[in-house]
């Protein structure tokens, strides 16, 4: 069992910036991936980021080159820094974390809403 809490999500204006976080508790089992998708309204839950233990990252290629994910294995942590944000870029953006031998945790998501 892993316990998830998201920060840092809100409103901001088209071209802006906003730092999401996603801090998970402790578990004595082990930390493998961890990630951001989003879901827009009407729309399926789709990837944004992810980052592997070992500091490997994939990215959806809407958001490559504007967002950049980075993560603290130490305090069980992950970031996602979010420059010219879009209105298209407007959803839920939920935290994933993967266990070993149990799986993905998620958390209950932040909205972002890029509007003028």
């Known amino acids: 069992q892993v316990y998830i809490e998201e920060s840092g999500g809100g409103l901001v204006q088209p071209g802006g910036s906003l730092r999401l976080s996603c801090a998970a508790s402790k578990s004595i089992f082990r930390i493998n991936t961890m990630g951001w998708y989003r879901q827009a309204p009407g729309k399926q839950r789709d990837l944004v980021a992810t980052t592997t233990r070992d500091g490997s990252t994939n990215y959806a290629d809407s958001v490559k080159g504007r967002f950049t994910i980075s993560r603290d294995n130490a305090k069980n942590t992950v970031y996602l820094q979010m420059n010219s944000l879009k209105p298209e870029d407007t959803a839920v953006y939920y935290c994933?974390?993967?266990?070993?031998?149990?799986?993905?945790?998620w958390g209950k998501g932040t909205l972002v809403t890029v509007s003028s």
């Open positions: 994933q974390v993967n266990l070993d031998y149990r799986g993905d945790y």
